[in-house]
């Protein structure tokens, strides 16, 4: 008979500062995975020539989520709509005509990155050619161009809650911070609108004995890749450099707050100068961050314990090239990147050691990757072999799962009038059987949501049955007050309406 916890349900979900229920989430695919399967593949082309695809990402809202974007060397951005059927015997570039939605030539060079903003209506577009677009995805309208660097951009990540506020690093070693509010007139002889940067912080990760960098070195600067965290305030940043993350506070850009690097302080400089950093990702909830790096191994931090390093590493695929990029799924239970041995691999993040799920099937070097939001288990791959591939997880085997980290940060806030009610009525009836008798937490929340709030039960563990549990003031055991909520490393994430907001430089030392 399996033993059940010491505390109550109401007394775990206080020790986690959660103060509510758990909230019920998407598909969620777990341990039972196996095998990814193929669901079809399209063709990167344009009247009849093929170009290789350089970054793919779906849409964010849930009435979108089928539609993803493929950006190219050739300046394109194609839209295209992953509900249709891809027959495996067509060939691709048919598959592609039957996919597309629409596609138009964004940039004169390649683009970079791409990032979906307002609600999926406006598609940012990095280019090489130092220029970021605004576009209007239905009209296929450019609306804005943003300018101030002086080198290819590789990298662009919009505010977690304001999609006019982004952040984008370049090969001229600088990060940039735009307001898209901020727009000059149109001239009467061009319809764009020109955004110049709020704030640019140069030679970003340039080391300290490098005093000159000469136009040969300048690659070795580059920013290859930015986040703006969820705290709404930090900017995560990454180069060719090595392999040190590097954390700023945006209402301060005068130093950095802390970093993070896989490596001991006692390294050689050797060892790190070759470990570039190609690609960072967050999770939905802005808890754990992910750092490819050049020594083939993707690195995972916590981004409320980055002095303590990286918590797990995953290895299996080559790193390369500073194409091939990762992403960690929004519920951050599985890791997908690319591959320079033409393969794509996932790992579960609670098995770091476990060999990764292989996805074969690209002729070429695998490069952009990306999770569909709102559809458990679809991913996209992009490859040399100028295709763009989904896969998918049958839905048996994970549409009755869910995640265990979603279920522990997503919460619904109860009213304490509802609380002190579970404590004041009878026994519930699937305690009664007996103190030895085993419980599942979601059937204590069925019960809760589907009881008269007349009659909501005491939930205890079979220990309490045993004892009387002395009568005690609810408000006062599961509210927390203020100063608790404070010293709380997840006001981070999620900050108390009655206390000032916390940010990741509040738990960190400044660098003077």
Partial sequence: MATPKSESFFLNVRSRELNGFKARKRPYFGDVVTDFKEIGAVAVEHHGEETPPLAVSFCKTSKNSHIFAVSDEDGYVSLFDSRRKLPSFACHRENAEKARIS????????????????EDTNILTASGDQTIKIWDAEKKKCTGALMGHTGSIKSLCSHPTNSDILVSGSRDGSFAIWDLRCKSSPKSYCAESFVFSSAVVKGAHLLSQSKRVSCRKAASMSITSVLYLKDEVSIATASAVNSIVKFWDTRNLKAQITQACPHAESSSAKETRLHGISSLSQDSNGVFLTASCMDHRIYLYNVLQ?????????????????YVKSEICPNASHILSGSSDGNAYVWQVNKPQADPIKLKSHDGEVTAVDWCPNEAGKIVTSSDDYTVRLWSLENSRFSSMRSPSSVRRRVMAIPSTECRKLFMNGEPGWLAKGSDSSYNSDDVLNQINSSDPKNMPIIRTPEAQKKKIPSFDTKEAFEKTPEASLNSPSSVLNPPS????RTIRDYFLVTP
């Fill in 306 to 322: 980055l002095d303590k390093g990286p918590i797990q590493h995953f290895s299996g695929c080559r790193i390369e090239s500073f």
């Fill in 103 to 118: 596609d138009w030539v964004a940039h004169q060079n390649a683009i970079f990155d791409l990032c979906w903003i307002k």
């Fill in 498 to 501: 009655s206390v000032k907001r």
